[in-house]
């Protein structure tokens, strides 16, 4: 699983930039398919680090589970900031993030070690004032 050694903003803050006020997200985020309220506005902070994660669909069962490299998250520091998220279990120390009402997934990761690190890919979520 491919890490950055440190998050920052970097292009991240540019290119999402009508999604952030004050450094924090600006509009509630939701699940993309159930449209479930993940996070509330201004609990997460829009960071860079490229993580690879699983693909949310597969297109057949013949297709093999593979997945993409994504660079924009949500950081969150503490779970108990979160509306509604769901936790897989452990595969190799990290935990993904999952919609705790219709459980699709992967919207985000967390590594057990950081006890103050989930990651919410933007790509993978709603957002909507």
């Known amino acids: 699983m491919a890490e950055s050694a440190s998050p920052s903003v970097g292009c991240c803050s540019a290119t999402f930039s009508d999604l952030l006020e ?5 509009t509630k985020i939701f699940c993309q398919r159930c449209g479930c309220l ?3 506005p201004s609990n997460a902070t ?3 680090k490229e993580f690879f994660l699983p693909h ?5 069962e013949a297709q093999p589970a593979d997945g993409e490299d994504l660079k924009a998250f949500w950081l969150v520091t503490d779970m108990f900031t979160f509306d509604n998220v ?3 279990n452990t595969v190799d120390s990290i935990k993904y993030l999952i919609c705790a009402d219709c459980e699709i997934g992967p ?4 590594h057990i070690s950081d006890k103050k690190a989930f990651y919410v890919a933007v790509e993978r ?5």
């Open 22 to 26: 004050n450094g924090k997200n600006k």
């Open 38 to 40: 993940v996070l509330s």
């Open 46 to 48: 829009l960071v860079e």
């Open 56 to 60: 949310m669909y597969k297109k057949n």
């Open 86 to 88: 769901g936790f897989t």
């Open 107 to 110: 919207i985000g990761w967390h």
């Open 125 to 129: 979520v709603k957002h909507e004032g």
